[in-house]
């Protein structure tokens, strides 16, 4: 049976969920988005006609329901509201995390799916990817024993930490959401997912190390283009040459990284590549059609050229976060925004042996044995973005229309939300908070 949508926000993420909409048979029917471009482009996409393509979510949400489903592709401070609303009007949603900025609103929106008989699908993609799901199906089946222990790391690099949460979207709290939240809810979700039970205590400590006014150069301009000082975080080197990303894939042992390096060693050859001269990827993609000239003005005028010093984030920087579980499992989970390279690694420890596992240099899974037993996985587990977690999610959107429950259902994500809410308030504190 071939299903329809709406998609509400045509930024970054809406184009990532229409594109695979588009691949696997999933008609777009409507969309809304403030800047018209967004709008053309996904309308273009989907043959969308003007008369179905809306200037803000309010105008598409007004009225009767124009398809099986709405995606809700946002920013946070817009996601419970227009769920809640999309389901009183009879849509299934699929909701990019978090479901909402207060605990009070994500108990809302499960409260009306339930009401409404309509799902909510979060976006907690990393459970859809071949990595993480393997690593449920071991430790559901008993493999390692009863699970006594979780460590789990998220690194993401500078130049990430400073495109969204210093200069970006995400760089004020306040306007969207915390980083526990915003970013780690991905994390927190998975730790949930594999202890299987009711998170009971929270804490944590956290901060700004490096991103602050007080490490600025001494002859640092406000704009980056306007500066000559010798800065790792240049915006015209991270937007225009790609040169911070460059780098850091080149440690990687995977064969991306042997394509950084003989960037970095032959600068020319990026001539021969499509949209790396300049460059047009993530992350300039966010806020360029990756002309260089639009680049540059963007960087001009916008935040994205602004010194990272300039004192306007109030983000972490790094943040450890420990939990109690109902069932006696204990979680440990540090993330780091100043990591050389991104990735993330888990390590699950059992009554009957341990889980290693990372997204790092290609990916790579085992599980020793206390009998001596090594267990090694041979997959490609490598996570650049979210992997095929955002496609995979798309075809879950698609069970869902046809009546089958999400794995990250609104009641199952809550716990996840209760946890990065706690976390966040114990860090400012200082003290364990029980949930």
Known sequence: MKHTAV??????????YAKYAKKHDLKITAVADPDPLKRQRIAALHEIPPSQQFSSMEHLLRGKRLADGAILATMDSMHATPAMKALKLGYHVMLEKPMGLTIRQCEEVAAISQKQKKSVLLCHVLRYTSLFARIKDILSSGTIGNIASILHTENITPFHMAHSYVRGNWRNSKTSSPLILAKCS?????????????????????????????????????????????????????????????RSFALSRSAAGKAARLLL????????????????HWPTSTFSDGSKDQTI???????????????????????ETWIEFENGTTASFRFNGLAPQEGRTLRV???RGCLHATTMNGGSLKVVLHSGRIVRFKENFSLFGHAEGDEKIVLEFKSVLDGHPGRSDARSSLESHRIAFAANESRLSGRVVKI
């Open 297 to 319: 003005a963007a960087l001009k005028d916008g935040p994205f050229g602004q010194c990272v010093y300039s004192g306007l984030n109030d983000q972490v920087d790094h943040q």
């Open 265 to 280: 060693l032959f600068p020319f050859l990026k001539r021969l590549i499509p949209g790396t001269d300049p460059w047009t």
């Open 7 to 16: 998609l509400i926000g045509a930024g970054n993420r809406g184009q990532i």
């Open 349 to 351: 420890d059992g009554s």
């Open 186 to 246: 991905h994390d927190l979700d998975l730790i949930s997912w594999f202890a299987d039970s009711r998170a009971i205590r929270v804490s944590s400590a956290g901060g700004i190390s490096h991103f602050r006014p007080e490490n600025k150069p001494v002859d640092a301009a406000a704009r980056c283009l306007d500066c000559r000082s010798v800065c790792p975080h240049n915006a015209y080197d991270l937007y225009v040459r790609a040169t911070p990303m460059l």
